[in-house]
């Protein structure tokens, strides 16, 4: 098969920096604008975020089987991140804007215009991260690949990560303007989503031709057929826990940022892009170190070594900023491997359910399992952006600064330490169960070329 040269997979990579502009926005984020912009209380912004990652898992396993049953010139995927970049950038600004000071009215609108979001970036999203095995089937390429594809990814969450605060808190003067700074950077990060994508379709091919098969008939059949392959089961195991530990430290972080760790305002852009610059700066270590101990033993020891900042979590002074920052660093360096290791073992099932039921459906499997994680994300995120309230958060809006009881504040390092530590043990769990490695999966390559 023709090797993918270093351009394509940066190409292929950009589409996941816009990805998660608009992902990382919403992750670090929308919550806190909800309750501290908006002035919705922790619990309704909670029930926002179910709502709307609810009907983005519904949408997600909808296009998963429309992309796999697409034929254009274009191929399966492609098309869809040439005619969704744009509509994605125009619904991701109308997120941001502040329209209504009703807080009925708020919840009404808020909660649409995520659905609509939700439903754009489902329509490119799920195409393209399916558009990885059609790029290469090579073991250690796609590791390659997902090393490029990661790398980007984390500049696309420093550039949201750092980009919003930079907007909101340093080039405007912080709390006192969030009702015209969030609405213009949402306008400015729109931009930067459409052209990466735009991007990312141009450069890149589609090398992997579907057979010919016989697909199930329904969403029902797909599923049912992709959980029986154990294969699979614990794939989504690893890939569900990780990333929803993933999620709710990005719901947590600027808060702890700004009341667990009293960081300032026009310091803060700072320090919400520290660890996404590490993330970036070993991201190829990780893929060095997959390569020679294995995806699923690289794993294990990066999500044992995450527990130690998450835990350090817990004991931060505030305002001691050497010690803030070492952690913050050593945070960025477990979630560079959380991520790069785990996109990189979900596409190898791909040819395991090829093997087993006779097709390729990338579409499908990636749209399932973005089902299953947002289902559960949907549900833990709302969990513990209600306990946010349980241990006496009081939300805010305008330019009113609340200062937030000690005990609030133990609840927020409580939560951004224990739960995302439970979610990275469990994945890890599932990930040593899961005997897919290198000679394993050459083998299923084999047997599928022999038929």
Do not use: H
């Amino acid at each position: 098969m023709e090797k993918v040269k270093a351009r394509e997979k940066f190409a292929y990579g950009l589409g996941d920096l816009g990805n998660n502009v608009a992902y990382g926005a919403l992750g670090f984020y929308l919550v806190f604008f909800l309750t501290d912009v908006a002035g919705i209380s922790p619990a309704w912004a909670g029930y926002i975020f179910l709502i709307v990652r609810m009907w983005n898992a519904v949408f997600d396993m909808i296009m998963g089987v429309v992309s796999d049953r697409t034929k254009s010139r274009f191929g399966r995927r492609r098309p869809y991140l040439l005619f969704g970049a744009i509509p994605l950038s125009i619904g991701f600004a109308l997120l941001w804007q502040v329209f209504f000071k009703d807080t009925t009215a708020m919840i009404i609108y808020y909660t649409f215009a995520g659905i609509l979001f939700s439903t754009l970036y489902s329509l490119v999203a799920i195409p393209y991260n399916a558009l990885l095995p059609e790029i290469s089937q090579d073991y250690d390429e796609r590791t390659s690949i997902s090393g490029y594809k990661m790398a980007l990814s984390f500049v696309g969450s420093l550039l949201s990560a750092m980009g919003v605060t930079l907007i909101v808190d340093a080039i405007y003067p912080g709390k006192s303007m969030y009702a015209t700074s969030f609405p213009i950077m949402g306008g400015i990060l729109g931009v930067v989503i459409a052209v990466t994508i735009l991007l990312s379709f141009a450069g890149t091919k589609e090398r992997v031709a579907p057979k010919d098969t016989k697909q199930p008939g329904n969403l029902w059949k797909n599923l049912k057929s992709l959980v029986r392959l154990k294969e699979y089961r614990l794939i989504l195991g690893v890939f569900i826990f990780n990333m929803v530990g993933f999620d709710i430290i990005m719901a947590l972080y600027i808060y702890f940022m700004k009341y667990a760790l009293k960081i300032s305002d026009d310091l803060s852009y700072i320090f919400m892009a520290i660890p996404l610059v590490f993330a970036v700066v070993v991201t190829p270590l990780w893929v060095k170190l997959s390569n020679k101990l294995g995806k699923q033993k690289t794993y294990i020891i990066s999500a044992i070594y995450f527990l130690v900042p998450l835990a350090a979590c817990l004991f931060i002074p505030a305002g001691s900023i050497p010690v803030i920052i070492a952690v913050i660093i050593l945070i960025g360096v477990g979630i560079s491997a959380s991520q790069v290791l785990t996109f990189s073992i979900l596409p190898d099932v791909v040819e395991v359910d090829e093997l087993k039921n006779g097709t390729r459906r990338e579409g499908v499997i990636y749209g399932t399992t973005m089902f299953l994680y947002k289902i559960s994300s949907a549900i833990l995120v709302a969990v513990v952006s209600a306990a946010l309230g349980w241990f006496g958060y009081v939300e805010s809006a305008g330019s009113t600064v609340v200062e937030q009881t000690a005990t609030a504040v133990l609840g927020i390092r409580l939560l951004i330490c224990c739960a995302p530590a439970l979610c990275f043990i469990l994945s890890a769990v599932f990930v040593k169960r899961l005997k897919l490695g290198r000679e394993a999966f050459n083998d299923v390559k084999k047997s599928i070329a022999d038929e």
